[in-house]
């Protein structure tokens, strides 16, 4: 079973700075199972990113997933104030769902 | 627009079975383009996969959980249904209902709001 652990655990940046979350897998993800969420608080997780890089329907553009592998990011360009949260990445494989211990993302 | 909602006890006893069910609305249930799943979070910690279910009734489970979890489906109803037997503190937690996109990299791109379920006597 893939463990994904993320980092940081928080992340602080002011509105209109750039944020990158990493996810690293415990293997090699096979083809693009990997997702990215965002959790406010007392909402449900928001799906972002799916297939490593696709956005979501309604997200915006300022949010983009990259990599391959064992290592994946999640890049927020410009920070609005809204996109405080906590940040999941996810990944399926062999009929299992995981994911991460998540990112927290402060803003100043 | 689709809609997910979670129902059943917020206070479940120690040792009993919890027992919710996810009504799905807007959509079919029975679309050959969707898995539908149950996560729940602790208070204060982070997510965990409990299970999935395809409408044919085909079922995925957390191995950690297999031995006390049985998630089911009712078409005819457009529900799926979670029982996690034995329960102790440790399952106290906002357990949610979403759907799994097949062809999205099994992503969850629908969720419900959450229910929060409390084991304690």
């Known amino acids: 079973e893939i463990v994904l652990t993320q980092s940081p655990g928080t992340l602080s940046l002011s509105p209109g700075e750039r944020a990158t979350l990493s996810c690293r897998a415990s293997?090699?993800?096979?083809?693009?199972?990997l997702a990215w969420y965002q959790q406010t608080p007392g909402q449900a997780p928001r799906l972002l990113i799916w297939?490593?890089?696709s956005r979501a329907t309604g997200i915006p553009d300022r949010f983009s997933g990259s990599g391959s592998g064992t290592d994946f990011t999640l890049t927020i360009s410009r920070l609005e104030p809204e996109d405080s949260a906590v940040y999941y990445c996810?990944?399926?494989?062999?009929?299992?769902?995981?994911f991460g211990q998540g990112t927290k993302v402060e803003i100043k | 627009q689709l809609q997910l909602q979670e129902s059943g006890p917020g206070l479940v006893k120690p040792s009993e079975t919890l027992s919710l069910t996810c009504t799905v609305s807007g959509g079919s249930i029975s679309s050959s383009s969707y898995y539908w799943g149950w996560i729940r979070q602790p208070p204060g910690k982070g997510l965990e996969w409990i299970g999935n279910?395809?409408?044919?009734?085909?079922?995925y489970y957390n191995s950690s959980l297999r031995s006390r979890v049985t998630i089911s489906v009712d078409t005819s109803k457009n529900q799926f249904s979670l029982k996690l037997s034995s329960v102790t503190a440790a399952d106290t937690a906002v357990y949610y209902c979403?759907?799994?996109?097949?062809?999205?990299?099994?992503?969850?791109?629908?969720w419900g709001q959450g229910t929060m379920v409390t084991v304690s006597s």
């Open positions: 293997q090699s993800v096979s083809r693009s199972y």
């Open positions: 297939g490593v890089s």
């Open positions: 979403a759907r799994v996109v097949r062809g999205w990299y099994d992503a969850l791109d629908m």
């Open positions: 279910i395809y409408y044919t009734g085909t079922t």
């Open positions: 996810q990944h399926y494989g062999s009929s299992t769902w995981t």
